[in-house]
């Protein structure tokens, strides 16, 4: 049984047509809504809800334009249904392949402007070898690729919706209007956005279309890592991305996201960067000697990550911007849904370190690995 509040939130989600009556509703409830602009200009779904109102949305500017095609909201998908559908995935396309997700960070890069052009998708992915989900996926993979800056750099943001379901792009690296820059786009479409990194760290990225739950539940986030304008010492560097799974039995193979069960916050997987487990098959590999740095973020939709490595203390985690506020000798820290920490610890031993969300419920069903030290 979800808890009042989430229950609330999904009615409010839910039933909201009219952006005025849904801000209305969240003010009475005291929520804030990180997709509250997304839902602007929401309307009635009587219509036709497979046409895109595209000559609608290409006559507003940038400034009025948003979410303008609301009609095609998941929220809509979901109203009195008990799980969500895989109609906004591919079906029929064959699923993209098990693979071991590479936690390496890419390099920094000598460019101080980043241009990126993105895609959302809705297609089949497998998340073990056996596990086929019912994905929607920045650039075609759960979680989408990571993002490495640095603070002051330039960041030019452009997200297509080659997909069947508005989507929209929510960069937590950003200071910037989330009305404009966060809107939905629908099919077809695309959204740009432009920002300058204030702060060092590491910020999660995900999708904030109506309702969020749903797209982020449903695999639509990732990291962005923002480095200080004076480096860190040199580290082997990897991105650790949590996240849940709430899945409906396979319908054609393909498990489809169960939007109930995400109000329910009992996941069926805890995964780290999209595989649960991934990193037991195959783990993360350093040698003797070797500082580690660890960018852990809590994709959620709901639950935090304790961190932790077993045999190990941190011999940092940084509580705010890098190289900020570092407290020493941390056995476990939490890192907060739709939050992002960074850890290091030094490997002066070999052996085979398991890192794990302490919170061993969520360990057991998939937030674990193992660091192995050569
Ligand atoms: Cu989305």
Known sequence: ??????????????????????????SRLGLVLPAAGALAGCSDDAEDRTRPDTSAAQQRSPSTLQNPNSRLDTAHDV????????????????????????????????????RLAWSATEVPLHITPDVVVAAWTFESDIPGPTVRCRVGDTVEFTLTNRGKLPHSMDFHAAQIDPKAAFRSVVPGESVSFTFQP?????????CGSAPVLMHIGSGMYGAIIVDPATPLPPAKEFVLVQSEYYLSPAGGGIQAFDYDKMLATMPDYVAFNGRPSQYVAEPIR?????????YVISAG????????????QFDRVYLGAPPEVPIRGVQTFAVPAGGGMVFELVCDIAGEFPFVNHGFGHGQKGAIGFLVVE
């Open 198 to 206: 204030k702060y060092a760290g590491a910020f999660k990225y995900h």
């Open 286 to 294: 350093v040698k003797v000697g070797d500082r580690v740095r660890m």
């Open 79 to 114: 109203r009195g249904h008990t799980t969500s559908t895989a109609e906004g995935a591919a079906t029929g396309v064959q699923p993209i392949a098990y693979r071991r997700w590479d936690p390496t960070v890419p390099p920094p890069s000598s460019d101080r402007t980043h």
């Open 301 to 312: 939709p709901t639950h935090p990550c304790a961190f932790h490595v077993v045999g190990e």
């Open 1 to 26: 049984m979800p808890n009042e509040s989430l229950t609330l939130l999904s009615d409010v989600v839910s039933e909201s047509t009219d952006r005025r009556a849904f801000l209305a509703r969240a």
